[in-house]
């Protein structure tokens, strides 16, 4: 077989040794085909999150348009064509940002999990903020109710998210330097 092991006589295994306890790998965590563990890093606060606002997204999307077609004969010329953009661009983005969510904490893949946290920044939270605060779209209350839940699930997303990310590349960089550090492995 050709699996990695440690060289229980060098200094580099007293390194990992450190690195393990540093990151909370006890030994009973370790697999004996894989030395660096099989932790687990995903979020469950983010996936709880992420699953609650799936099923909520179909309720916030027919109350935004059911909220949209009640008001859309009464709203100023202007909001007659920029509310329901807003509608269909969040509505664009409520999907990217759940399915980039979903791949990037069970796949614990950064860059996914990095594309969902911007999406969720610098789009999906301005739009929400807009379409709540925007006086002169003459909010429902039906409206102002599903879009309060949506900000509450975007804001815990984006806070879960960040302390995620920041654990995932952390544990990716450790087992990469595990990895590369010279003298730590020999071949069987």
Not at 44 to 51: A, E, G, K, N, R
Not at 90 to 99: A, D, S
Request: include cysteine; charged fraction near 10%.
């Amino acid at each position: 077989s050709s699996g990695i092991t440690a060289d229980t006589g060098s200094e580099g295994y007293n390194i990992v040794k450190s690195v393990q306890t540093r990151l909370g790998i006890s030994s009973s965590n370790v697999r004996s085909d894989n030395f660096l563990g099989s932790e687990i890093v995903s979020s469950l606060p983010l996936q709880m999150s992420l699953f609650y606002n799936l099923y909520f997204s179909p309720i916030w999307f027919s109350a935004s348009l059911i909220s949209l077609i009640l008001k859309h004969s009464s709203l100023p010329e202007t909001y007659q064509f920029v509310t329901p953009t807003v509608l269909v661009i969040m509505t664009i983005c409520e999907v990217i940002r759940l399915y980039f969510g979903y791949l990037g904490n069970l796949q614990e893949r950064v860059p996914e999990l990095a594309a969902f946290w911007m999406v969720t920044i610098l789009l999906q939270l301005p739009l929400c903020l807009l379409s709540l605060l925007n006086n002169d779209a003459n909010i429902l209350p039906m409206e102002v109710s599903v879009h309060v839940i949506l900000l509450v699930f975007v804001l815990v997303e984006l806070v879960v998210s960040t302390s995620a990310i920041r654990h995932m590349t952390s544990v990716q960089e450790t087992k990469f330097n595990l990895l590369h550090i010279p003298g730590n492995y020999k071949e069987q």
